[in-house]
């Protein structure tokens, strides 16, 4: 597949390439960065989507398609590698796509990890492997001690999580949802079921270059969640009275600049996740990476998640955030990160080495 992909790329205009990437996500982000080292841009969006990108004026070409899916059609393949483009992938693509075997566009970044992101378990592998520290996992709902939170199969960006403190509410919440036809009852028993870290949600937006080979810190996030970022809005009494129990649903995301001596939990559980994601899938992390984590009383930090591309998170640090500024000395952002990896490797022929 990829000597295929890499064959692709050979038979490319380098001086002619296309930055292209799904209408959604983190697209104005990429699209500006693209624009801004140089590259044309291509959209390939619904037509209800394309206003907004036509409005900021940072796309080239328009691929308009009805489903996101047809990305995977060969005439819309071909249209883009007429345009001679190599794709970004972003939150969209796992969300709405999930299989790329038949995607023969080069794609910046690491497919199988991206693979590796969406499924659970391989996620709590690969985390488990680079040590580093991470919520326990309950593995019946009988075990259930404490805060705990629930996600089920299929739950997207944080909707539908919900958190007990008992194995009797665990049944007694997912049967109103079985019954509302939120999920499905075998899904019941296949809900993943993690302790609840009380503490303050931090998200590192992290970029490994292969053309520098090093991990560089670009930008750093929290959420802003409904309803969960709510609650203090209504006073106990009546959440109480009302039953209200907190969702996590993403609407968007604030800077957050860190207490500096925490930065280097935040560096060790990078550099050990991109070791270890060697070891998974040759030759690992390329490109951008999230630690998305949770920092309890103590300020000891808890790894929940990992994502292996550009995070929507990222959009906070646009032109720059004090991170990559101080990296950089100049605006750096997650999606001119990008180009500029691109542009470097374009005039080292080190192209190949960012497209696995
Ligand atoms: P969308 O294209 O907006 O539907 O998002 C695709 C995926 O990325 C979904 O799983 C979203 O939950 C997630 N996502 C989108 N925007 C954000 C954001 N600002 N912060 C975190 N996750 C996001
Ligand atoms: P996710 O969509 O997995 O990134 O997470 C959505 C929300 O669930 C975020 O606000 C997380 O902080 C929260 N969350 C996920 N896992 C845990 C956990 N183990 N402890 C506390 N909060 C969590």
Redesign the pocket.
């Known amino acids: 597949m990829r000597e295929k992909i890499l064959s692709v790329l050979e038979d490319y205009d380098k001086d002619n390439i296309h930055i292209g990437t799904i209408g959604s996500h983190s697209a104005l982000n990429i699209f500006k960065g693209a624009k801004e080292e140089g590259f044309s841009t291509v959209c390939i969006c619904r037509e209800r989507e394309k206003k907004v990108y036509e409005n900021f004026g940072v796309v080239d070409k328009f691929v308009i398609i009805s489903d996101y899916a047809e990305l995977l059609e060969e005439e819309i393949q071909d249209n883009l590698r007429q345009l001679n483009t190599i794709l970004i992938p972003h939150g969209s693509f796992n969300a709405y796509i999930g299989k790329f075997d038949s995607l023969l566009l080069p794609m910046f970044g690491n497919r199988e990890l991206m693979i590796w992101e969406t499924d659970r378990d391989k996620q709590r592998e690969w985390l488990e492997r680079s040590g580093v520290r991470m919520?326990k996992k309950f593995s019946s709902p009988e075990e259930i001690k404490g805060?705990a939170?629930v996600?089920y199969p299929g739950?997207?960006?944080?909707?539908g999580?919900f958190i007990v403190s008992s194995p009797d509410e665990f049944y007694e919440i997912s049967e109103e949802m079985v019954k509302k036809g939120l999920i499905r009852e075998k899904d019941v028993k296949n809900a993943e079921i993690?302790?609840?870290?009380?503490?303050a949600?931090i998200?590192f937006s992290f970029f490994y270059s292969p053309v520098y080979g090093r991990i560089e810190l670009i930008a750093v996030d929290r959420?802003y969640?409904s309803t969960?970022d709510a609650l203090g809005k209504v006073p106990a009494k009546e959440q109480i009275r009302v039953n209200i129990n907190p969702t996590?649903t993403?609407v968007g995301n604030f800077p957050v600049v860190l207490r500096e001596s925490l930065l280097v939990q935040a560096f060790e559980a990078a550099e050990s996740i991109v070791e270890v994601s060697k070891e998974i899938a040759y030759p690992g992390m390329v490109g951008a990476f999230c630690i998305?984590s949770?920092f309890d009383e103590n300020a000891t930090m808890?790894v929940?998640?990992i994502s292996a591309r550009i995070v929507a998170g990222t959009n906070v640090g646009i032109p720059t955030s004090p991170y990559s500024y101080i990296l950089f000395g100049e605006n750096m952002y997650m999606g001119r990160r990008i180009a500029r990896e691109i542009r470097l490797a374009i005039e080292k022929d080190m192209l190949a080495e960012l497209i696995y």
Request: aromatic fraction near 22%; proline fraction near 4%.
């Open positions: 919520p805060l939170i996600k739950a997207k960006g944080g909707k999580y993690q302790e609840y870290i009380l503490g949600n998200y959420r969640e969960a996590y993403v998305e949770i808890y929940f998640e």
